[in-house]
């Protein structure tokens, strides 16, 4: 078996754990949204909305883009310095303890002056209570971050795909039977995210790899900083890039109008469903291509993946694009109909992201944080910008587009970079064919103008769409013999014997 074999058999073992628990942590998360949306008003859900998305900003600087940066640099000492990877594990995790602690006591105090931009006087208690989620989140995220570089994803799995969404939705059902008020919500949340971080910490401690010591060198953490800090500013400014349109809405329009957009919001982050999962053990794999300097290996493991990515993708993004209306009106309820049009806009920007792969992982491995950083400046100058202009004229559909333009502007940018220095691109012709079949599909099925608000009319369609698209996928050829290594790989892991498939794919190499 060649390099490249090796890579995505490895990389489609850790993907299919990531992607079973991304798919629960997803259905929990849904759940947990759709009965805050439905018990409660729109407005209150979008205070639950903002104050969710000033958290996650918040956890982002706490931790200085040491989660981002932490995976690459255990993977690639593993290769090079093993002695290291204790130093690296044990001066981040304290370092991030130390930042959490110091922004909580921040967030904690000036909630009131944040209340006051947005005029809405819920946020000063909502915010306060959940700045207590903050250092929980931030620690459980450098231990998740420090098993990733390891090429492990069962902490991931147990814990921030299943332990923390389960014990939120199941205390949200409690508050919804009970008839409770809608600011126990936030009680819920953060009594979630600390048990779920005081658990995983308990666990680490006895797992080896895991095992935090008193093993700290400033000259470590040092090099930790200069090398995360621009991941670190990256992060805060993709933050901004994803949220900045609800939380522009609420400051140009009102909570209720937050609300009904964040409907549209979390099914359009649907999308990157495959991409992030893969993505989790793609960076570990290829940090160990590249530090030993199999660069071909890397590039073709690159762009089979980006296929198989774009192919799982293209139903959630065809349901979202072609019948946005039928797909909130199932999830959310008639009341958040209006965010329709930008649904179909914001389902745009992220299939994009699909699209092209994992470009910014792969500029992180090859040392290139500085670039991530510049663009990200680049792209959330203009993502702000048009939030500033569009907003206040379009509302909804302005936000949607700001978001979607700055994702494709992003994405170019980063993608251009990698093809510069590594050649890097997912542009193979057994990839372009199943593009330029499925582009064609979809603008005839919208040349339609097929009016349907129901789910259940939208799903025989995309049915028919699908085994159409698929058929010719496999009649223009553009299957590759590294697709079928993996498919046998996938099957001898399931133990289930899938003949007739595997002669349908050979034949069609």
Not at 264 to 269: E, G, H, K, S, T
Request: avoid cysteine; charged fraction near 15%; proline fraction near 3%.
């Amino acid at each position: 078996m060649d390099e490249v074999n090796r890579a995505l058999q490895g990389i489609a073992r850790g993907t299919g754990i990531i992607f079973f628990g991304t798919i629960i942590s997803l259905i929990f998360g849904f759940i947990t949204r759709v009965v805050v949306a439905r018990h409660f008003l729109p407005s209150d859900y979008g205070i639950y909305a903002i104050s969710l998305t000033i958290l996650n900003i918040a956890v982002v600087i706490a931790t200085v883009g040491i989660p981002a940066g932490l995976p690459r640099e255990i993977a690639y000492n593993l290769e090079k310095d093993r002695k290291k990877v204790e130093q690296i594990k044990s001066s981040s995790f304290f370092l991030v303890l130390l930042t959490s602690i110091a922004l909580f006591s921040l967030m904690f105090l000036g909630v009131g002056k944040i209340a006051e931009i947005f005029d809405e006087e819920s946020l000063d208690y909502s915010l306060r209570l959940m700045a207590i989620a903050l250092p929980f989140m931030s620690i459980s995220g450098v231990i998740i971050a420090i098993s990733r570089g390891f090429g492990r994803v069962k902490e991931q799995l147990y814990f921030q795909n299943l332990l923390n969404p389960f014990l939120f939705l199941s205390s949200v059902i409690v508050i919804v039977a009970t008839s409770s008020q809608f600011i126990t919500i936030f009680y819920a949340y953060v009594l979630a995210v600390t048990l779920t971080s005081l658990i995983l910490l308990s666990y680490s401690l006895r797992i080896d790899v895991l095992k935090i010591t008193l093993n700290i060198d400033l000259g470590v953490v040092k090099k930790l900083v200069v090398f995360s800090f621009p991941l670190f500013i990256s992060s805060v400014l993709t933050f901004l890039v994803t949220w900045a349109d609800t939380l522009m809405l609420g400051y140009f329009k009102n909570a209720e109008i937050v609300g009904i957009y964040n409907s549209a919001v979390p099914l359009a982050q649907l999308i990157p469903l495959f991409l992030n999962s893969a993505g989790y053990i793609y960076m570990p794999v290829a940090s160990s291509l590249y530090a030993r300097g199999k660069l071909a290996e890397m590039r073709r493991t690159y762009q089979i993946l980006t296929k198989w990515i774009f192919l799982f993708t293209l139903p959630i993004f065809s349901i979202m694009f072609l019948f946005p209306e039928a797909t909130i009106s199932f999830f959310f309820g008639e009341r958040y109909l209006w965010a329709g049009n930008a649904l179909r806009i914001l389902s745009l920007g992220f299939m994009f992201h699909s699209f092209v792969g994992m470009n910014g992982i792969s500029l992180i491995v090859t040392g290139e944080s500085n670039f991530i950083l510049v663009s990200n400046i680049v792209v959330t100058g203009l993502n702000i910008l048009l939030n500033i202009l569009l907003i206040p004229i379009y509302g909804m559909e302005g936000a949607a587009t700001a978001t979607a333009v700055s994702y494709i502007a992003g994405n170019t940018l980063i993608s251009s970079k990698l093809y510069r220095k590594t050649k890097i691109h997912p542009f193979s012709l057994n990839y372009i064919k199943p593009l330029l079949i499925s582009f064609a599909l979809l603008i005839m099925i919208q040349m339609l103008h097929l009016e349907i608000t129901s789910i259940w009319f939208a799903i025989p369609i995309l049915v028919v769409f699908l085994i159409v698209y698929f058929l010719l996928v496999l009649f223009s050829k553009s299957v590759d013999k590294e697709d079928v290594e993996l498919f046998l790989a996938v099957e001898r892991k399931l133990g289930i014997e899938m003949e007739i498939v595997k002669k349908i794919l050979r034949r069609f190499v």
